[in-house]
């Protein structure tokens, strides 16, 4: 999951000094650009190592933010993923966002389009994540699938966490949601599969700065289970961001997504916890 989002950090950060913000990213910068929030949509496994192309255009300009969309595509020209992101223009003594200057305004016109259809949100809810506190996930039922405390190493020049070290991070504690795979996430030539993801920052978490990721499960229908996990600070109940992810299982040796039993969509549905992506 990391390798999808470093990937995009580099063609995101090309991009925007292509832009005009040249040192936007060096070390000791007074501004930069960040990531507010993500989504991506996984068609077919790139793995490190795997040679990849990514095309990059802005979808969306607006006074102090932008959108962006990045198409990644396999040495074949098959699909790998899309990724797009919603980029805020911030002066770090102050981390408040400001104008993006004129170069960039001029440069950004040449580079605008539509979003791709296969871009768009397919199997989630396009709504915008405001967020809920650690008391109001436990009164809900969500639950704790794992914690730490980020290190700087996962801190970018604006010394805030990176998109993919969250994606880590969830990647790493998946397997305590026994909840919502009740089947089993690992089961001979099946596992678990995410296809597709989208995260909202809704506070900045730092180096040193101690998590919990509070989830449940949204829906499952079909092929998929809908499950939703939000980043919190547990000293202060507040919420560094929310995560809604699409997952399925696999069969590896046939490459098809497995159809659940009656009685496993029947467990998942009786801890459904709607409006969790709220």
């Given at each position: 999951m990391r390798h999808y989002m470093t990937k995009a950090q580099q063609a995101r950060q090309m991009f925007i000094m292509q832009m005009g913000l040249v040192h936007a990213?060096?070390?000791g910068t007074p501004s930069t650009v960040r990531v507010r929030e993500f989504h991506i949509k996984y068609m077919r496994e790139a793995r490190p190592g795997s040679a990849l192309r990514i095309e990059t255009a802005i979808t969306r300009l607006g006074k102090n933010d932008l959108s962006l969309v990045h198409v990644m595509y396999h040495d074949d020209g098959s699909l790998a993923a899309t990724i797009r992101e919603q980029l805020e223009h911030v002066y770090l003594p102050t981390h408040q966002t400001f104008p993006w200057p004129d170069r960039l305004k001029r440069n950004a016109k040449k580079y605008l389009i539509e979003t791709p259809d296969y871009a768009m949100p397919k199997g989630m809810p396009d709504t915008e994540m405001t967020g809920a506190n650690l008391e109001t996930l436990q009164k809900w039922g969500c639950e704790t699938i794992g914690r730490g405390v980020f290190q700087s190493w996962e801190t970018g020049n604006s010394d805030t966490v990176c998109a993919q070290h969250v994606l880590g991070r969830l990647s790493?504690?998946?397997r305590h949601f026994g909840t919502a795979w009740p089947d089993g996430i690992e089961v001979?030539?099946?596992?678990?599969?995410l296809l597709e993801i989208r995260h909202?920052?809704?506070i900045f978490p730092s180096s040193g700065d101690p998590f919990i990721i509070c989830?449940?499960?949204l829906g499952v229908k079909d092929k998929v289970r809908q499950l939703v996990h939000h980043f919190v600070n547990p000293i202060t109940g507040k919420p560094y961001g929310s995560m809604i992810a699409v997952n399925g299982l696999i069969d590896l040796e046939k490459r098809q997504l497995v159809v659940p039993k009656k009685s496993v969509v029947k467990a998942i549905g009786k801890v459904i916890i709607p409006n969790l992506h709220a």
């Open positions: 990213f060096e070390k790493g504690s998946i001979g030539p099946v596992m678990g599969v909202r920052f809704h989830s449940g499960v």
